[in-house]
């Protein structure tokens, strides 16, 4: 590991201890200087949170829910990105303290897994690009509205209501704390502040980010005053004039995985692996892979299924569920619920058919095996021929559960020992329709 991977592996606080050890380990021959912001963000694009791989924030194959996403979208030249937000906002308000912060945005959004154009968009309606005067009156370099808890968190407070305030208007965009709480002694940025507050509902669309949904508050509901629909309707048309000058920069149709680091979109094989365990581990055991727990964590904040056991995600059904639509091949499938639901749904629908098998080599890696309760009077269960892969330890991808919490039966996805020629199971393959356009 060399010094430079060692240290994108710190959070900021170990970084300082870090690097004074370094000092004193060389003693007082070499001077110690600071380090520049530039330094701390070169670090922090080499960190391994860089790109929105934050817990809930990695949506693997997720699509956006609406034309306008929350979410980080495919950004595919983050320099031009950054260039057309500067441009918007030179077009439109030539006086903001914004004015070239474009690559702030666009990184600090990229770091979160939020969209960069959401803030645009949030601040050039809260604030005028941070110009109006309510907003400078304030003295808090704060564009975006977000209100403060004076016990914990930095703030101003010129009336009854309480401001949050930044030290800069950079900081507003790229806290140099990485990930951080918000209070005094880790201030976040927007994009941190969006990720951690409304973690939830982004995945489900702009509106429901705005308005709320279930527990979850939005950003600017009507209950306080505000016009959603015409919030709406600013963001779209900022996001809109923005993409028209990124042209192919960035894809709003498309949530990124990630920073693209799941590669499973469209591939039901390589969605199974990434959210399994390549080898076999005894059960109990119910730890998932970070893929797979982001992606249940998701699907609870959509109000799909997850599987019917205790644990949420270490389930059979919850798993083969999630790997068919998360990777785009079937979004309908399985309906909203277990194998006995699953099983009907892949008798009823045109998209499967029922493969007969005598041996393996009737097996194409995706075929799905189902044996429900319903169906034969053995306990269900379901999981996913996945064929020879490499560094993968068996031909099977699947998960179990037991019926209480001390069971010993719980088992996280990862390569699994079911008898694929035996146990009464019925085999189905995908044959078309129901993926993406």
């Not at 870090?18 to 000092?23: E, G, H, Q, T």
């Not at 005067?133 to 309480?162: D, I, M, W």
Request: proline share 5%; hydrophobic share 35%.
């Amino acid at each position: 590991m060399n010094l430079l991977t060692k240290l994108a592996s710190l959070k900021w606080g170990n970084l300082l201890r870090f690097i004074s050890m370094v000092l004193l380990l060389i003693g007082t021959s070499v001077p110690a200087q600071a380090i520049t912001d530039e330094d701390l963000r070169a670090i922090n694009k080499d960190a391994v949170y860089y790109g929105g791989e934050t817990i809930g924030q990695q949506l693997c194959g997720t699509i956006a829910t609406d034309q306008y996403p929350v979410l980080t979208p495919e950004i595919r030249d983050a320099e031009t990105l950054a260039g057309a937000i500067d441009e918007y906002i030179d077009n439109n308000y030539s006086d903001s303290p914004f004015r070239d912060m474009g690559k702030y945005f666009v990184e600090g959004g990229m770091r979160a897994g939020i969209n960069p154009v959401l803030a645009v968009a949030l601040t050039k309606h809260e604030s005028g690009m941070g110009t109006n005067e309510k907003t400078t009156a304030l003295e808090a370099n704060n564009g975006f509205g977000r209100t403060a808890n004076a016990r914990t968190q930095p703030y101003v407070q010129p009336s009854s209501r309480v401001w949050y305030a930044w030290d800069s208007w950079q900081d507003s965009l790229y806290s140099p704390i990485y990930p951080a709480d918000g209070t005094v002694s880790q201030p976040d940025d927007i994009f941190q502040y969006i990720a951690r507050r409304y973690e939830g509902n982004l995945e489900r669309g702009l509106e429901a980010f705005l308005e709320g949904r279930g527990s979850v508050a939005g950003y600017a509901p009507s209950s306080d005053g505000n016009n959603v629909a015409d919030y709406v309707k600013d963001v779209t048309n900022v996001t809109n004039e923005i993409a028209e000058l990124a042209g192919s920069a960035i894809d709003l149709t498309r949530i990124n995985p990630g920073g693209g680091s799941c590669g499973a979109l469209g591939d039901v094989v390589q969605t199974a692996l990434l959210y399994a365990w390549p080898d076999y581990r005894s059960p109990p055991y119910t730890n998932m892979k970070p893929e797979y727990e982001q992606a249940i964590r998701s699907a609870i904040g959509r109000d799909e299924y997850v599987g019917g056991g205790v644990y949420p995600g270490i389930d059979c059904g919850g798993f083969v569920i999630r790997t068919i639509r998360d990777s785009g091949l079937d979004r309908e499938y399985g309906g909203y619920g277990g194998t006995d639901t699953q099983h009907r749904y892949l008798e009823q629908s045109s998209n499967w058919q029922k493969v007969a098998v005598s041996s393996t080599a009737d097996l194409a890696p995706g075929d799905v095996a189902i044996r429900s309760a319903w169906y034969s009077g053995a306990r269900g269960h379901t999981y996913m021929y996945v064929g020879e892969q490499p560094g993968f330890e068996t031909h099977v991808a699947s998960a179990s559960y037991g019926g209480n919490r001390n069971s010993v039966n719980w088992r996280t996805p990862m390569a699994g020992y079911e008898n694929v020629l035996g146990g009464d199971w019925s085999w189905y393959r995908f044959v078309g329709g129901g993926g993406d356009e």
